[in-house]
């Protein structure tokens, strides 16, 4: 069992920040240790080495190197009954896990940093406010917990090695399967099956032919336009227009004259240059050539391509090239059946396209020479349906001959069998997966994995056991915290509490609490009211500072233990002040020793009077952290009552020493006179002495006092006081060299440090 000792010395601490070269061994330490400092001299650096040495975590030490020296990190520590630990080379000798450290680091590792309370705070605080059963009880969950994390890893492994024997089914239903002794045979078997069912997917798939669309054939435009004349062309125009063409028997004459009547808009002949005016043929030109007349002419232009569009050699063309390509279509059948190709009449269709086309282009002649008269007859109309009837039995004999060629196809492929190729397939892979079923190593996989997932079973009802006996040592320990950390908080005076504190499993075990403050909750992470903003710098440390005692006083080992404070009033008011020193009196009653360090001198010293009122004195001890040569510390010995004297009672201790014997004559003596009179004078008549006044003139404010006032009571000493002024003033000129030469004559100054003391006790001259 480990020895139960206590910190006796530091020896020595070196390559430390501020604690380069600093010796503490003429030093012993005690129950309670008080160890003052200001500000900046090195208390938290001396915190963070106990805690890296408690947590034996080297790094604590080494990120704190002194920043301008080359000395490397040291630490010497002596403990009770000779026990020696040692930091050197970067690692501690051996930890100390007795010694329980609050400082800043505690603060920002397990409480809060820059004003939020992150997860890790949370697991954090959980892992330190865990009393021994429930760490206990944490470390069996753990150790289950990776243990079937271990097990569900094995067999995550063996299912996956086995996953590539069985694609396509699940785990269980590859176990399912029976062994088939003749599992090659029926995969041949089903493999022919399927050469045969692809042959007649192949034919199935084959095209079938399409019969032959009929072409577009519409006469009906053409005859319309063909058939078409004028019927408001003025008589005697037509009549005087007619005489003349006739009398130049041209047949294309009537069109050109009315193609260069468009040129004639103007007085004058746009072919010879007369003048138009009065000529009566021009005018029965531009009666007889009207609007309807150039209507009519281009509705007649369009014959021709009306004519081409239902007459042109690519019709016939286009049912020949698909006539082959039925045919080529049921050579492709050819091999299964007996069918005929259709045979198309290329002759007899192309001659009656061509005499269609013969007899609608003379129509249109005939049109264009007499524009104004009606074209075409119900004989040519029957012509020409008769030549179009001839081309359409064409392609009605052909599309017979495909429809019967089509009937016996689709006749032959229904009579195909019909295999299911797919499943086919599937009846394959299921053969093949049984055969791997029953391989030897799948075999011995599957025994591996029936014992892996009997451990896992097994693991898992462990793990779920110390989960619950888990769960059932947290929430009695953090209840009685909660309750605990709640009744610190009060007795600080705090206007906030912990609702609730509980815990869950999320990313490892950790804790979660909310805080109540009038009426709210209090977000720990952001939110509104959030924790930066709603709590003082003051608060936050009073809740780091109770969560930090509720679990120190919560250990069952506390008796054991070395707990350290670093500043444990910093940012606290008063009435906080007091309760602090109360309950470390409380701690230090329960734990083996108890290390304070502040720089607050005060705290210190009431701290110890608590201890002495029910203590021994021999159970503290005092010492200081001190700034030596260039502006390193050391450890250094302290009177804790003269460092909390005001500045009246030192210089009235350093006369007394003085008369006493106890300190020699010099300049520190003869300097003290003054200031302690004023001292003194601003005790008996407080408020009345202006301050800031120098000493000669308070003598004179109370020389010139009305006699109402209480001043007039000390005008009986101002002759002593001028008297002795005027000795000690001589010492307290500084800027004058001369005076820095005065001579101190040992009877003159008992003299004068004896008036000034019978002028405070005696309260006359």
Known sequence: MR???????????????????????RYTLRKATLVYADNGVGK???????????????????????????????????????????????????????????????????????????????????????????????????????????????????????????????????????????????????????????SIRLIQAKAIPNVLREPLFDIKPIFTILESSLANIDL????????????????????WISDGSSYANGERCPYCNQRLEGVDLIQAYRSYFNQEYTDLKQSVATLGSLIETNTSDVMIERLQAGCAMVSSTLDGWKDYIDVTAPTFDNATASAALREIK???????????????????????????????????????????????????????????????????HQR????????????????????????????????????????????????????????????????????????????????????????????????????????KTSLSEGDKRTLAFAFFIASVEADANLASRIIVIDDPMCSLDLNRKQQTRTILKRVYEQCKQLIIMAHDPHFLRNFRDDVVKTGSPQDVACIKLKTISNRYSDFDAIDIDKECEGAYFKYHRILGDYLDGTAPSSIEIAKSIRPMLEGYLHRRFPGLINKGLLFGQIVAQIQSAPPSSPLTHAQNITQELNEINGYASQFHHDTDPGRNLVEITDGELRVFVERALRLIHAGIP
């Open 44 to 198: 938290s650096t001396l915190a963070s080495i106990l805690r890296s040495c408690a947590l034996d975590k080297p790094d604590l030490v080494l990120r704190r190197a002194t920043l301008d020296g080359t000395t490397q990190a040291e630490v010497l520590f002596k403990f009770s009954n000779g026990v020696q630990v040692s930091f050197a080379d970067s690692r501690w000798s051996s930890s100390r896990p007795e010694l329980l450290v609050f400082d800043s680091d505690f603060v920002e590792q397990n409480v809060y940093a820059g004003g939020q309370v992150t997860t890790d705070h949370r697991k954090s605080l959980l892992q330190f406010a865990l009393g021994e059963r429930a760490v206990s009880a944490q470390l069996e969950y753990n150790q289950a917990d990776e243990r079937a994390s271990t097990v569900a890893q094995e067999v995550r492994d063996l299912t996956n090695r086995l996953s590539g024997f069985h694609s396509g089914i699940t785990l269980q239903q590859f176990r399912a399967l029976e062994e088939v002794r003749d599992a090659d045979a029926q995969i041949n078997l089903l493999n022919e099956q399927i050469v045969e069912a692809q």
């Open 428 to 531: 394959i892979g299921i053969l093949n997966m049984t055969k791997n079923r029953y391989r030897p190593d799948v075999l011995e996989l599957l025994s591996q994995l029936d014992l892996v997932i009997s451990r896992q079973v097994s693991a898992n009802q462990d793990k779920q056991d110390k989960k619950d006996a888990l769960n059932q040592v947290m929430q009695g320990t953090l209840d009685s915290y909660k309750e605990r950390i709640n009744e610190l908080l009060r007795a600080f005076g705090a206007q906030f509490s912990i609702s609730s504190i509980n815990y869950d499993y999320r990313g490892g075990l950790r804790s979660n609490y909310s805080l109540f403050m009038r009426g709210s909750t209090i977000d720990l992470s952001g939110g509104v009211p959030d924790f």
């Open 3 to 25: 020895s139960i000792n206590v910190l006796e010395r530091i020896n020595h601490i070196k390559g430390i920040g501020l604690l380069h070269d600093s010796a503490g061994r």
């Open 236 to 255: 005697s125009a037509e009549e005087r227009v007619r005489r003349h063409l006739e009398e130049h028997n041209e047949p294309t004459l009537e069109k």
């Open 358 to 424: 013969r007899l609608l282009i003379s129509r249109k002649d005939a049109k264009d020479a007499n524009l104004l008269e009606p074209v075409g007859s119900a004989e040519d109309k029957s012509a020409i349906a008769r030549l179009w009837r001839s081309i359409t039995t064409i392609i009605e004999s052909c599309n017979a001959e495909i429809s019967n060629a089509t009937s016996k196809i689709n006749a032959y492929k229904a009579g195909l069998s019909q295999l299911d190729i797919e499943g086919l």
